[in-house]
């Protein structure tokens, strides 16, 4: 159970040289209840990334408060960052075992491995990787840790559209088997609409909640291109301020 | 082969440059035909006889011993102080001063206070030596601490990487081209300070069979035990510091 409550009085970025003050997010008030694959959309630069790293603990300069609700111990956190991150020096297969813990699996490694067509470049190392594969790379890495919260940050750009569908129908099977918390930030709508459950819509900085979306499609019928451009239609048409970000 | 061909080869090159080196060397020893530059030959011959009776191996081991163990207790230091400093502002602001004061004081104002201060003994020699080298590894490790991937700390961070497996994983591979960097300068540096260390206040090595060949007017000697010096370090470069930057670049395109 890793149910997040997000209240984020003010992030800003202090003036350095020509730019001024930045303020990244004003009164952000999000719910993120547990096992929720929840999709953050919002234009480019209006600090979506800044939130995921808040959320991850990385930024510490804020005020606010994160409450991470976790039972026993800290939330594992899987982070598939926005590009891809991987240690240079180490091998494919040594960037995803580096992040678990010694007495690992091997086998689910393997199993990721295959899913996301890696088994031949798995001693690679990542220099010789086009940027789709240390992409998929550093999602297998965000999945072996088994997160309990799995932030991921527009993961999908740059792969070709058969990966990218493949990705996505693995994800939504692992999150499905084992559900953990999602937060997935994208620009792409009809992206948002095939996987969340929740989508919450964030306006240009200062960041703010526009407004939250339930997406009631059946997850049986999330792939059909129809449904998703019907929804999309609908959603543009009700919310017209939604229209003016994207 | 054409000669083109043939001096392309940089093997060739080299081999040829080192001849050339030498012939130079033999021309301008007849030319003048003095005792204060003697033939190669006859320095060969110096070398041998002092190998031989087993006094060049004796003041040359001193000095490689001198040499390891200030140079591992310079590396180790430095390499621990400019990771601190390079990771934490406060302290590097604060002791920014005396690395600047260190890095100016001539070595050989050094050894002579570490002697008058701690006696003619061989601590104090080291003593000497490692903090002539020491502000250097230091000022080099910080430059590359600072120039760390935060990026790459911020998902070891994340990952809930130990502190150890950070600096091992993360850290210092980043550091390994500024480790490097400092080994050679360094080695070269030491080289240098501990023959004068040696002259001032010990009774073999390098530095004092140097002084006493100086005395003498003994060129062949000195030149003898020069090559001896230079090919050691050769030696270190090839077998160890050669192979080690292989490994390290290995994942480099």
Known sequence: MTAITVDIINKSYPAAGQAGLHRAIADLKLSLPSNEFICLVGPSGCGKTTLLNIIAGLDQDYSGEITVEQQHKAPKIGYVFQNPRLLPWRTVRENITLTLPSDYDPKTVDALLETMQLTQAQHVYPERLSLGMSRR???????????????????????????????????????????????????DLREAIALADRLIFLSPPPMQSLSEIRVDIPR???????????????????????RALL | M?????????????????????????????YLSDNSLPTPAT?????????????????LGMTL???????????????????????????????????VIFLN??????????????????????????????????VTIREGTRALDKDL???????RFSKLKT????????LHPFVMGATRSGLALIWKIILVVELLGRSNGMGYQLHLFFQLFDVAGILAYTIAFVAVIQVIELLILKPLDRKAGRWRR
């Open chain 1, 137 to 187: 790379v550093s999602i297998i890495r965000a999945f072996a840790v088994d997160p309990d919260v799995l932030l991921m940050d527009e993961p999908f750009v740059s792969l070709d559209a058969p990966t990218a569908r493949q990705v996505r129908e693995l994800l939504i099977g692992l999150w499905q088997q084992r559900p953990h918390t999602v937060l997935f930030v994208t620009h």
């Open chain 1, 220 to 242: 049986d019928i999330r792939d059909d291109e129809t449904a998703i451009e019907a929804f999309r239609q609908k959603l543009l048409q009700d919310h017209p301020e939604i």
């Open chain 2, 2 to 30: 054409t000669l083109t061909k043939f001096l392309s080869h940089y093997r060739t090159l080299n081999l040829l440059s080192i001849l050339l080196f030498i012939g130079l060397w033999q021309g301008l020893a007849l």
């Open chain 2, 43 to 59: 320095v060969a011959e110096v070398f041998w006889q002092e190998t031989l009776s087993g006094q060049l191996p004796y003041h």
């Open chain 2, 65 to 99: 011993l001198r040499l390891i163990s200030s140079f591992v207790v310079a590396m180790l230091l430095g390499c621990a102080i400019g990771i601190l400093l390079g990771r934490n502002q406060k302290l590097d602001v604060f002791f920014d001063n005396w690395l």
């Open chain 2, 105 to 138: 004081i001539p070595a050989l104002v050094t050894i002579i206070l570490c002697y008058v201060w701690f006696g003619l003994v061989e601590s104090a020699a080291i003593l000497a030596v490692v903090i002539n080298k020491l502000p250097n590894v230091v």
């Open chain 2, 153 to 159: 700390l911020e998902m070891a961070r994340c990952y």
């Open chain 2, 167 to 174: 600096l091992r994983h993360v850290i210092w591979p980043q």
